[in-house]
């Protein structure tokens, strides 16, 4: 069927040749007269096969067909020109990207911050938050009204008095920015007055109760995160990497029971206190058996679902296996099949907190708890297994994704971007950019402004290494990096613009560098470059073909048919009973012809584990008890090891018969893109000429 593109790339890499060429390199073969070196061929073998791979010659001419083959596919696809499409250019300039990246990075900068991540992670913060909101781009000027509005909570939040005029310069600011407009609605005027007054009554103690935590009714009262209204603020345990780094860095700087200082987000302004810090508690894994409850199921089910849980609870009590009480007791079908496991998980993000603090509440493994209701149903979880944080060794690849995509990495962009500076001589001319200025319009916030407006303009603005840059080159990023955002200052605008103008020039210089830099990389293009055409190209010839063809996959499904049958298959109801008591009923039940629903509603009346049903269709040698009474009808008691008995009712059987083509498309199609490629390959060989110098290949390590 499809292949998975990035997999197979990937996995062409092996076939890629991995180093120059060497000096004295004798010619291992030639295709059309194209020499190949023996160089190229022994060190993508070595990569291919490692220091295991045996020495025999076998090997070795096994692996040179493999290299041959791949040869020959590369050079079809550059013959049919697919390394000159649009699509493969802007598919190869993506894994560029992506190959590039780690070149393109201050690695001591993120080693750093990969390091204080994970000494951070052996701890969790217990914190609340208030929240005042201003834009991530908005002036100083433009925030004051935030800026100060936080500052009265800071000061009522921390048990302090704010003192009159505070409360003066913000009431002005806030009236200022409502009236101040050019017809100010009602609703800006009913705003404002709605800020002023919800401040003056947190200032006055209005509502609040000074023998409870000041700061979470500040927090109710006032934060401009309406989801943590209800709970003054409090966002629960969290640890590294959970939330943004400045305030990240506010948590784990602030000591229990203290507020902090103001921190800007990009959200806006914040404070938040801190009520405890504790070693991370590690990840737990569990096993459950839940039986279903639900808001509009009646009073009986209820009780039943009450009665079935506490006579699982009772049985685990006795000492039945907990991973068999799940398999044929939970209502959670997709975990109850594999014993009642869960996957691992830390305290702080388990979504169901009741759950969670059962789990965490087991002090050993093995322990399980008392039946507990959840929003969803009955539970009863086991303790398997707690695990602390992983080893910095075990973890780094992780933290490293996680710090690359965190606004953290900023700090290694910089420090990148100032080494670039040093090693290409970085020199600037900042005059020169002031006189764009003078070409920014309302247009440019409208995201409609044009180069051509800055065209008298082409003096040098700055030079990297021997490239120079100019006013023109910035006034096309300007153009091209434009949206439509709210008037803001100009000069503001232009120096934010021109930084990343600087910085994506610096990396964008960087990156045709790279080449020359580290061979490994440049390896590396050439490998996915050759990868991506062989995709492209396989694709055409047997994956894309393979699906399209159906005349082709009919025709040789029907030479083929016999490859592809149903094993014997035998149609079974299985009943399992309680006790030898509970099987003789159902015997007797299932020779007078009684059906599965008479039988489990008349021998469950008083438990509702006495007796259950499990239907299945087996493939012979799929299940051993089956095999042994393969015939149509009630085959003997099957006594288990927990003293159950199972009686198995054979309801048909069907003998080995060939799979019809939907039942089977998927196989067939397959062994129909096997087969065109087995075709595709001879075909090649065929037109082209090989030649191998056998003499040279004995001589390969």
């Not at 009863?380 to 944080?389: A, C, G, M, N």
Request: proline share 2%; glycine share 4%; aromatic share 10%.
């Amino acid at each position: 069927m499809y292949m998975n593109k990035f997999v197979f790339v990937a996995g062409y890499l092996l076939f890629a040749a991995t180093g120059f060429a060497q000096t004295n390199d004798p010619t291992l073969l030639t295709i059309d007269g194209k020499a190949i070196t023996k160089s190229e061929f022994e060190a993508v073998y070595k990569k291919n096969n490692g220091k295991d791979m045996s020495a025999e010659k076998k090997s070795v001419n096994d692996y040179l067909d493999l290299f041959v083959n791949f040869k020959l596919k590369v050079k079809e696809a550059e013959q049919m020109g697919l390394d000159t499409l649009p699509s493969f250019k802007q598919e190869l300039g993506g894994y560029k990207k992506q190959l590039a990246a780690p070149y393109l990075t201050d690695k001591d900068a993120t080693d750093k911050l990969i390091t204080e991540a994970y000494q951070r992670m052996q701890n969790e913060v217990k914190a609340s938050h208030i929240l005042v909101k201003c834009a991530e781009d908005a002036l100083p000027k433009d925030t004051l009204e935030a800026w100060h509005r936080i500052n009265i909570i800071l000061t009522v939040a921390s048990g302090k008095t704010a003192s009159a005029a505070q409360i003066s310069e913000y009431e002005s600011l806030v009236k200022k920015n409502a009236y101040g407009k050019a017809k100010p609605t009602k609703a800006d005027t009913t705003e404002a007055n709605q800020k002023i007054n919800s401040i003056k009554d947190l200032v006055a103690g209005k509502g609040v109760d000074k023998k409870k935590d000041l700061f979470s009714q500040a927090a109710s009262a006032t934060s401009d995160d309406v989801s943590l209204k209800d709970v003054g603020g409090s966002l629960g345990y969290f640890t590294a990497l959970e939330m943004v780094y400045p305030f990240e860095n506010a948590a784990y700087n602030t000591p229990v029971g203290e507020i902090s200082k103001i921190v800007r987000t990009r959200f806006g302004y914040h404070i938040l206190k801190v009520y405890d810090k504790r070693a991370n508690t590690g990840e737990i894994l569990t096993a459950h058996i839940m039986i279903k409850l639900n808001k509009d199921m009646k009073h009986d089910d209820s009780l039943k679902a009450k009665q079935k849980i506490d006579e699982v609870y009772t049985k685990l009590k006795a000492g039945d296996k907990f991973e068999d009480l799940a398999k044929n007791y939970s209502d959670d079908k997709q975990t109850g099949a594999n014993g009642g496991e869960l996957s691992w998980f830390y305290e702080r993000k388990f979504p169901i907190e009741e759950f969670s603090k059962q789990a965490f509440a087991l002090q050993k493994n093995g322990d399980f708890s008392k039946p507990f209701t959840t929003k969803f149903g009955w539970h009863i979880v086991l303790r398997k297994d707690r695990r602390t944080l992983p080893t910095f060794e075990a973890m780094k690849t992780e933290l490293k994704n996680k710090v690359a995509k965190d606004s953290r990495s900023y700090q290694s962009k910089e420090s990148f971007i100032a080494k670039l500076k040093k090693q290409y001589m970085f020199k600037e001319m900042p005059k020169e950019k002031e006189a764009l200025n003078k070409t920014i319009d309302s247009t440019y916030f409208q995201g409609t402004w044009k180069a051509e407006k800055a065209d008298k303009l082409n003096k040098e603005l700055f030079s990297i290494a021997d490239k120079k840059y100019t006013q023109k080159d910035f006034a096309k990023f300007l153009e091209s990096h434009q949206t439509r955002r709210a008037k803001s200052d100009v000069t503001m605008t232009i120096n934010s613009q021109y930084k990343n103008f600087v910085d994506e020039s610096l990396i964008a210089y960087e990156e045709t560098q790279l080449d020359k830099k580290y061979p490994e990389y440049h390896n590396l293009m050439q490998e996915y470059r050759d990868g991506i055409l062989l995709f492209d190209l396989t694709d055409k010839k047997v994956w894309s073909k393979a699906v399209k063809d159906s005349a082709g996959l009919e025709k040789f499904y029907e030479a083929n048919k016999n490859n592809y049958l149903w094993d014997e298959r035998a149609d079974v109801s299985t009943y399992k009973c309680a006790n030898d008591k509970i099987a003789k009923e159902v015997r007797k039940m299932l020779e007078a012809k009684k059906t599965e629903k008479e039988i489990t509603e008349k021998l469950n009346k008083k438990s509702a584990l006495d007796v259950s049903v499990e239907n299945v269709t087996y493939l012979k040698g799929e299940n051993k008890d089956v095999d042994a009474n393969w015939k149509q009808g009630i085959a003997p008691d099957v006594k288990q090891a927990d003293g159950k008995i199972n009686i198995m009712l054979v309801n048909k059987l069907t003998p080995k018969t060939p799979k019809k083509l939907a039942e089977c498309r998927g196989m067939v199609t397959s062994d129909y893109q096997n087969y065109l490629e087995k075709d595709w390959i001879a075909n090649l060989r065929t037109n082209h000429k090989i030649d191998i110098n056998k003499d040279v290949l004995s001589t390969v390590k």
